[in-house]
């Protein structure tokens, strides 16, 4: 989704901008563009494609500047095209990048075209540039000429400004789309999120909604949304620069599939005293809360709700909490039936998705008292929205498809069904059987990876094939769910799941010989169900492959393959069966030469509806 960075300082801020836009190319983009003050004058080059592509154009044509504004542009109003790349510009003065979605931009298109203004793309954005150049032409000073456009703007932005005229002061204002402020020493920066600016400073503040601040060389004002001067802390972040780095591995998302046993550890620690689950992981007063709940709603979107459906499983089954679960897209705008004394689970990677975010808006408004935050960025907005949190400690995600931040939200939602679950009868001996299990997680990861090899050999049977079905029951159903959507993002084959037990009711018709069914079939109670789905499949001519557990001595038979896992409980099983999806869908999309980091199409961080 559109990445910001922005800059005011004693030195030229292109090539740290430049910096900025690669480290938030993992948000997904398909432009980019620059735009600087310079003796009273902007300066602007943009370019349809990577942030390479302007690279190229800028040492072909090189601008510099000591204030600066820049974008990374996801199409939302108008294709992706150089005229429909940020910055904008109006009357050759006033420049804006902006990430959200302006809903009454028709409306202001329209009068803005009566007063003479021209308008050069089809965006939403172009409006708060026409609209800021009006005010100043009014006689407004550039401060106040932004406070009045975003006064009369609906929808959500997050916005850099500015003003030829006024070459001290950059201005940065959000309501609804993430912005931080980059502290330096003797400047200051603004971004969509700190990993862009890490390697300027590691110190930030977080602008909070509807904060509006003036960035000057030595000093920052921020307004709140009543207008009113307001200090906001400054916060430190341990975050490394490297954090964001490659390394050895040839994607990030490969990097990140190795990364899961150690954001597990991390997740895991110090949440427990003599491995018994402390409340207190969840937030100061979790314990009174989960005290008073009467059954747990999630909201999510995308992978993170595919962890929020096996937490269903888990509630229910171990914990016996009631729970429901809905795509915070539906949720939002059903209307729903909701008690006070329910307790709303978020979960998101970003804490920053619009939908999950006004969802969870939703059901304050709805009267639910509380709300948990399970995500993998401290600072996000819904964090800040939450009373209670639950922080995954993956470290930044950066491939846009995401492996270690669900099975951390696998972990986190495991120790969420103890603490709540307890209150609900959860026998103490099978708390301790689910705190045992937890712990065996990382190194039964570690002992999965080892199939890399063999998987990526599985995933030549994959590379000239149109349609993938995956299966799964139970536990098992939902990371079928998260296997397919794996391969669909990344190698573009488009992959179907479904709970075994519905083969019969619809997809046993699209079985034939050019159809492979991957089945999780690890040793549970629904074994002996899921391996009469297998010969149902097999029956048809369809090639199957089994992710099945090594003790049950199962060997390949014709149209079957089987993968053989370790033996693992069925308490962590779906954690351990996610990774050999991830590395099928992984090898698949290398195989297929796709941009495995960034799909097509596809963004990281949903800020907008
Ligand atoms: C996008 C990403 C997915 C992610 C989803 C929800 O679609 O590409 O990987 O699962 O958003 O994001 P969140 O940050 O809320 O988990």
């Known amino acids: 989704m559109c990445g910001i960075v922005a800059g005011i300082a004693q030195r030229n801020v292109v090539p740290i901008l430049l910096e900025g836009l690669k480290r938030l190319e993992y948000r997904g983009y398909d432009s980019a563009g620059l735009a600087v003050v310079n003796d009273k004058q902007i300066f602007r080059k943009r370019e349809l494609g990577k942030v390479k592509g302007l690279e190229t154009l800028l040492s072909q044509d090189p601008i510099k500047g000591h204030l600066g504004i820049a974008h990374t542009r996801w199409a939302t109003h ?30 202001l298109r329209t009068e803005l075209k009566q007063y003479g203004f021209r308008f050069t793309s089809e965006t939403d954005t172009e409006v708060i540039v026409h609209k800021i150049a009006e005010f100043l032409q009014n006689g407004l000073s550039f401060v106040q000429a932004v406070k009045n456009t975003v006064a009369i703007l609906n929808g959500a932005y997050a916005l850099g400004v500015i003003y030829s005229l006024d070459p001290d002061s950059l201005i940065a204002c959000r309501r609804g789309s993430p912005l931080v402020i980059g502290v330096g020493i003797g400047e200051f920066f603004i971004a969509s999120d700190i990993a862009a ?50 390394g050895q591995y ?38 009174l809360v989960f005290d008073q709940i009467k059954s747990v709603q999630i909201l999510a979107c995308g992978t993170s709700y595919h962890a929020g459906l096996v937490a269903r499983y888990w509630f229910e089954t171990l914990g016996r909490v009631p729970c429901n679960i809905e795509v915070a897209s539906e949720f939002r705008y059903r209307n729903p039936v909701i008690t006070p004394d329910t307790l709303v689970v978020t979960i998101s990677q970003s804490g920053e998705t619009a939908d999950t975010l006004a969802a969870l808006l939703e059901a304050k408004r709805l009267g639910v008292k509380h709300a948990l935050a399970i995500c993998n960025v401290p600072e996000s907005s819904l964090v800040r929205a939450s ?57 039964n990861i570690e002992k999965v990876l080892k199939l890399d090899a063999s998987i990526e050999l599985l995933s030549q049977r994959f590379a000239d094939k149109h349609n993938a ?102 308490i962590i099983s779906p954690i351990i069966y996610t990774i050999p999806l991830q590395l099928l869908a992984y090898h698949v999309a290398v195989l297929k030469g796709t941009d495995v980091d960034q799909p097509r199409n596809l963004a990281k961080s949903v800020t907008v509806e």
């Open 387 to 443: 009373d209670l949190v639950l922080l995954t400690r993956a470290g930044p995600e950066i491939g846009v498809a995401s492996t270690k931040a669900f099975t951390s939200q696998l972990v986190a939602l495991l120790m969420l069904v103890v603490a709540v679950g307890r209150r609900f009868g959860m026998s103490p001996a099978l708390e301790q059987e689910v705190v045992s299990e937890l712990f065996t997680v990382p190194g």
């Open 469 to 570: 079905l995956f299966l799964g029951r139970g536990t098992h159903y939902p990371i079928a769910l998260e296997g397919a959507l794996k391969l669909k993002e990344i190698s573009y084959i488009h992959a179907e799941a479904y709970p075994a037990g519905e083969l019969k009711h619809g997809p046993l018709a699209l079985i034939d010989a050019e159809m492979p069914v991957v089945t999780v079939a690890p040793n549970d109670y629904l074994l002996e169900k899921l391996k009469s789905n297998i010969q149902e499949v097999s029956a048809r001519g369809g090639q199957l492959i089994v992710f099945m557990d090594e003790a049950l001595g199962e060997s390949d038979e014709e149209n079957i393959q089987i993968i053989k896992m370790p033996s693992v409980s069925h």
């Open 250 to 287: 040839r994607h990030y998302m490969l990097k990140e599939i190795y990364e899961q046993s150690w954001a597990i550890s991390e997740t895991l620690e110090g949440r427990f005293l003599d491995k018994q689950l402390l409340d207190s992981a969840f937030g100061h007063n979790a314990g």
């Open 78 to 107: 108008g294709k992706p095209s150089t005229e429909n790349a940020h910055p904008h510009i109006s009357q050759d003065n006033v420049a804006v990048v902006h990430n959200g979605i302006i809903e009454n931009h028709e409306q």
């Open 197 to 246: 600016l890490l390697p300027v400073t590691r110190r930030f503040i977080f602008l909070e909604e509807g904060d509006l601040a003036v960035l000057k060389i030595d000093a920052v004002v921020i307004y709140d949304k009543n207008d009113a001067i307001v200090s906001r802390p400054i916060v430190e972040s341990q975050l490394k620069a490297d954090a964001v780095e490659k």
